[in-house]
């Protein structure tokens, strides 16, 4: 009694998902395809030439290659929310 193994009819795999430190989750799971949490995450290669860095970011470029990207589009938003407020009036005395 009690020293018998449990079979699981099952087979485990192993989240091939690579983490921000570049190392991989290797977390035990029962989907080929990656544990529950990374499973449906996005990540491809970066697109600038010569960079080998994965990147789950929209621009599809790494943290160090997105940043004119985030800046660009910070900077049409803002143009964006100027036009919005439209011309200010000047109050006449």
């Known amino acids: 009694m ?7 009819p099952w087979n485990f795999y192993y989240c091939p998902y690579i983490l921000r430190t570049g190392e991989v989750c ?7 395809k990656g544990c ?3 499973r449906d995450s996005r990540q491809v290669a970066c697109k600038e030439s ?3 860095e994965m990147t789950r ?6 943290d160090t290659h997105a ?15 100027k036009q919005a407020d439209g011309p200010k009036e000047i109050p006449l005395k």
């Open 2 to 8: 009690g020293g018998e193994k449990k079979v699981t």
């Open 26 to 32: 290797n977390q035990r799971c029962y989907n080929p």
């Open 36 to 38: 529950k949490v990374y």
């Open 50 to 52: 010569g960079c080998k």
């Open 57 to 62: 970011s929209k621009y599809d470029y790494c």
């Open 67 to 81: 940043k004119k990207h985030r800046l660009k589009e910070h900077y049409h938003q803002k143009k964006l929310a």
